[in-house]
């Protein structure tokens, strides 16, 4: 069982008291910090940073959000470096922020990294920059989970426009503004109505016009430091009154109110998920969508209880206890397996054009051996599963686009077939021209996330090219 702190940030948040109440019921901390209403945000992360824990994980969690269901089972069988939640947000709709579940080496590591100065990144989100840069030397990455949280509901008018006014200058990429567009594009509102979306849209308007966009780091700070001020000037200027005071009967009557709402924690009776894709397909993307619709999926796991139970026909999958599914070639030999054994189950058939497939497969493939010379012991468990995936997908352990051809055609073949008479069962989508939530969203019955549809194959094959390229070049030098 794990040692948790549980860091509790608050500032005017209308819903502190019960988010703290939750938090304290859910986590079942063994000690619980509060960092009282420190602003900016860069001394609040510098406050939380100083405490001296002594146990396995911090929690960190804000108090705009209301914590539905139990995480105590999730930190006590956890081993990652960090895990972000996904909330149900008032405003945006499914999205990761607000519990950070963090453990005692990666918080240590953030505490002794150097701030970066002029950093315009720092000044705007310094939790997560001093994360990132704290985590990079360790070669780890971080991890999503779904939970029942409330994320900005019920908040003060007052909160609402400091928080929309920060988001907006959170906002001043491409793909943030984006994101931040097609929230915004989502928020009905009537005429002469006064309610949380009307002030969000106000204050990112106000914060457009007030600090334009060739801002300096320091002069955004100094804005966000007085964010306080510019708020409570605002709504004196509009005439409007604040709400009163946040309680559990507010919170009961809504959950009463709400009770048909999709549910997104861990035990909210969803079905199985299997990706019944080929590598290069859009399976890493089709697993990041998946997570963004409430499904906490695993991407081709390497882990040795799934090796073993699935190289010895065991296919009551440990992982699958306490995961909604699985992507990529390990679910392919065996999804009639799957199907048999979780009843109600979706799975979804992610295909692409054969041409362009075989061209990415080579990519993925080249330096990419099943057998090698190894000093790290997890990476024979990785070379057994690539093994012994490779020979029961595609017959082969190197790329050959003769085999590769006739393994894609028959696979399609096979899996329409199964699903023939069941097509309510079956999604074939091809994410790599251009498909995506539309399509995803509407199978599992799931509002569309105002998030693009994520690519992180393509990603992942830029990387990978760059390195073949810098290896090519380095045979030339030599």
Not at 220 to 232: C, G, K, M, T, Y
Not at 469 to 478: D, K, S
Request: with cysteine.
């Amino acid at each position: 069982m794990a040692k948790v702190d549980l860091v509790f940030r608050q500032i005017d948040e209308r819903t502190r008291d019960v988010a703290l109440a939750l938090a304290q019921e859910h986590i079942r901390p063994e000690n619980t910090f509060i960092i009282d209403d420190v602003r900016p945000f860069t001394e609040c992360v510098n406050q939380m940073l100083a405490i001296k824990h002594d146990c396995d994980y911090v929690v960190y969690v804000d108090a705009d959000c209301l914590i539905l269901e139990d995480m105590r089972g999730f930190i006590d069988a956890c081993d990652a470096p960090y895990v972000d939640s996904y909330v149900s947000d008032r405003f945006r709709g499914r999205l990761h922020c607000g519990v950070h579940i963090t453990r005692i080496d990666v918080v240590r590591a953030m505490a002794a990294t150097k701030v970066p100065e002029n950093d315009l990144k720092y000044v705007l989100r310094p939790e997560s920059r001093l994360r990132n840069l704290a985590m990079k030397p360790m070669g780890a990455g971080k991890q999503f989970r779904n939970f029942d949280i409330l994320h900005d509901h019920f908040q003060s008018y007052h909160h609402v426009f400091m928080k929309y006014a920060l988001r907006q200058l959170r906002s001043r990429t491409k793909e943030q503004r984006q994101r931040l567009i097609r929230a915004m594009k989502g928020w009905k509102t009537e005429p002469g109505v006064m309610c949380d979306l009307t002030i969000a849209r106000h204050a990112v308007e106000y914060a457009s016009a007030a600090v334009p966009e060739t801002a300096s780091p320091q002069e955004v700070h100094d804005f966000i430091e007085r964010l306080p001020q510019h708020a409570s000037a605002e709504l004196a200027r509009l005439g409007i009154a604040d709400k009163g005071e946040f309680t559990r009967e507010e919170l009961d009557a809504w959950l009463v109110k709400n009770r048909d709402r999709v549910a997104y924690g861990q035990k909210s009776g969803k079905p199985k998920i299997f990706g019944l894709g080929l590598s290069r397909t859009g399976t890493r993307s089709l697993t990041s969508a998946l997570q963004m619709l409430g499904f906490d999926c695993a991407h081709y796991p390497i882990d040795e209880d799934t090796y073993v139970e699935l190289s010895n026909a065991q296919y009551d999958l440990t992982i699958l206890r306490d995961l909604d599914g699985l992507t990529d070639i390990t679910t392919i030999p065996f999804y009639p397996q799957f199907d048999k054994l979780y009843p109600g189950s979706k799975f979804v058939l992610t295909v692409r054009d054969r041409e362009s497939w075989l061209a990415s497969c080579a990519r993925h493939w080249y330096n990419r051996p099943a057998f090698k010379e190894f000093d790290d012991p997890d990476e024979d468990v990785h070379l057994r599963m690539r093994q012994f995936l490779r020979a029961a997908v595609y017959g082969c352990y190197n790329f050959d686009p003769d085999r590769f051809t006739a393994v894609y055609d028959a696979h399609v073949r096979s899996v329409m077939d199964y699903f023939k008479d069941r097509p309510e069962d079956l999604l074939v989508i091809d994410i790599c021209s251009g498909e995506g939530f539309g399509k995803l969203a509407e199978f599992l019955d799931r509002p569309v996330p105002a998030a693009p549809f994520p690519h992180n194959g393509a990603v992942m094959s830029a990387t990978m090219l760059a390195d073949a390229e810098q290896q090519r070049h380095a045979a030339r030098v030599a």
